[in-house]
């Protein structure tokens, strides 16, 4: 479960190998190799008793068979790493051209009977403020009703087979300006049953990624983001009751990017999530991404990981490692 802030952070990662990129595509190399995956998040974990999260992405489109079973696109075969303590983060994509609201409230019912026995988190789509990347849930039609209905589907099933343990939410980027009014909608559309439903709210965050960001400036900013999110976008969508979980943040190395300041942001960000978290009721952290896409790969997208793409640690695998231990349930 999503555990309260008192108890300490819910840490996870996504361990996969591919990455969306910022024009719709996919950044990939190497397949993964689910023995050395295996190996990295026993090391990240630290003991077998420790709750750790492993985020899995799936998806629904118009091409979907209903009547599953529905494999996770990445990491392939998802629940081999939910042991040992272990348990999936699931996001299921929204990514209807047709707005087949209905067909994805299914979806995630099935979803729900095939991986609730493995699953700690259930997302339900994926950044859907954001509009303009294929890759992502907002590009799709009628996304504020897939998400809203979509939960209350997924909730319902889980209570209706007793899996009281797994967790229902959503998630957004930072949102500012007139896109602050997102969650709002949301809850304005969803009503009481909706915000009931709930039990976590997500947010992906990336600082110093696409806006640089001075060394003195980021703690500063990352506590800035996270407190707007919290007193500007939850609270007055009625959602401030709710736990803030970090769904993924990450900083790629290469070229001017070195792998010590890699280290040095991950470390950052965590600590301040860990000092703020009763303020700002932050429940964890999820890192992307467990090892590069592809380590001699041109753009960022392609080396977010904390391993290179043949898994030799940069020193953030450490840093992430040692938090883990500090600051976790």
Not at 21 to 33: E, K
Not at 71 to 91: E, I, K, M, Q, S
Not at 177 to 199: M, N, R
Request: some cysteine.
């Amino acid at each position: 479960m999503t555990p309260t802030t008192q108890d300490g952070l819910l840490f996870g990662i996504y361990p996969g190998g591919v990455a969306g990129d910022d024009t719709g595509g996919l950044a990939a190399g190497p397949p993964d190799d689910p023995a050395l995956v295996s190996d990295a998040l026993d090391r990240l974990q630290g003991r077998p008793d420790r709750p750790f999260l492993v985020r899995a992405y799936t998806g629904f489109d118009d091409t979907t068979r209903l009547g599953g079973p529905h494999a996770t696109a990445t990491p392939a075969d998802a629940t081999r790493y939910a042991v040992r303590g272990r348990r999936l983060d699931l996001v299921a994509q929204y990514r209807s051209p047709s707005g087949d609201v209905d067909g994805y409230c299914a979806f995630l019912r099935e979803l729900v009977e095939q991986y609730g026995p493995f699953t700690g988190t259930l997302q339900v789509a994926e950044e859907p403020d954001v509009t303009s990347n294929p890759t992502l849930d907002g590009f799709y039609p009628q996304v504020r009703e897939a998400i809203v209905r979509g939960v209350s589907a997924a909730k319902a099933r889980a209570r209706e087979l007793g899996y009281a343990r797994l967790r229902v939410g959503f998630n957004t980027t930072p949102l500012f300006g007139p896109g602050a009014s997102f969650v709002t909608e949301l809850t304005k559309l969803g009503g009481a049953e909706f915000v009931a439903d709930l039990d976590y709210v997500g947010l992906d965050l990336f600082p110093d990624v696409f806006h640089p960001v001075a060394p003195a400036d980021l703690a500063p900013a990352v506590e800035g983001l996270l407190r707007h999110n919290r007193d500007a976008v939850l609270a007055p969508a009625g959602l401030g009751h709710l736990p803030l979980h970090v769904t993924e943040h990450g900083w790629p190395t290469g070229p001017g990017r070195p792998p010590g300041r890699q280290a040095d942001v991950v470390g950052t960000v965590v600590e301040v999530i860990a000092a703020r978290s009763e303020r700002l009721h932050l429940s964890g952290y999820t890192h992307f991404a467990l090892r590069d896409a592809d380590s001699a790969g041109a753009s960022l997208f392609h080396r977010f990981g904390l391993t290179t793409d043949d898994y030799a640690p940069k020193p953030a695998f450490d840093t992430l490692r040692a938090l883990v231990d500090r600051y976790s349930v």
